[in-house]
């Protein structure tokens, strides 16, 4: 998968960050340390585990998957019901 030419699952995970955030904001997950969200993307980046200085470590050291969601994905349940409530 190619985003703005940086392949996310061919590269290290700590570069795809870096070259990610030269588009847009993206922050580690606050629930897993291992993956990372650009939330004005609606795009979140995973990995089982962080193992960033361990090359052959690849589950670790290299994306696994990438979640494209829709808007309102990740929304509280209260920008949820404003969202809502703005479309009915």
Known sequence: MLFQGVDVFALPARE???????????????????????????????????ADDEPEEEQGYYFNSVLLARPGYYDTPAQAAERLRQSS
């Open 16 to 50: 795809v960050v870096g070259r990610v955030g030269e588009f847009t904001s993206i922050e580690e997950d606050a629930d897993d340390a291992a993956s990372f969200i650009a939330p004005d993307l609606l795009l979140s980046f995973w990995r089982p585990f962080a």
